[in-house]
């Protein structure tokens, strides 16, 4: 069993950034996030694999939100810059599973989730 902890959530004001962290208590090959606005269902938002030589995101996402993982201290992070709005979501870490094609990412473990909040 994989424990995630993410943090580094809170307020942050429309076209700012905000970095969220993620740490795992072990190992795995594939690494990502979620988010979860509220009324809307759950949806994918940057995946990685081992190496970090391949990412994965929301086309919605493309070009604001970076992945980047430290292995050494099995941690992902998930840059967000241009922040808006109707990025307010509960951003969820993940890890294991597999990613299988089209930002199709079915992890194995999943963090509490950390509040991100954009105001306008």
């Known amino acids: 069993q994989v424990q995630l902890v993410e943090s580094g959530g809170g307020l942050v004001q429309a076209g700012g950034s905000r970095r969220l962290s993620c740490a795992a208590s072990a190992s795995t090959y594939y690494r990502g996030w979620f988010r979860q606005a509220p009324g809307k269902e759950r949806e994918f938002v940057a995946a990685i694999d081992w190496s970090g030589g391949s990412t994965y995101y929301a086309d919605s996402l493309k070009g604001r939100f970076t992945i980047s993982r430290d292995n050494g201290k099995n941690t992902v992070y998930l840059q967000m810059n241009s922040l808006k709005p109707e990025d307010t979501a509960v951003y969820y870490c993940?890890?294991?599973?597999?990613?299988?094609?089209?930002?199709?990412?079915?992890?194995?473990?999943w963090g509490q989730g950390t509040q991100v909040t954009v105001s306008s």
């Open positions: 993940a890890a294991g599973g597999r990613y299988y094609s089209d930002n199709y990412y079915s992890p194995d473990y």
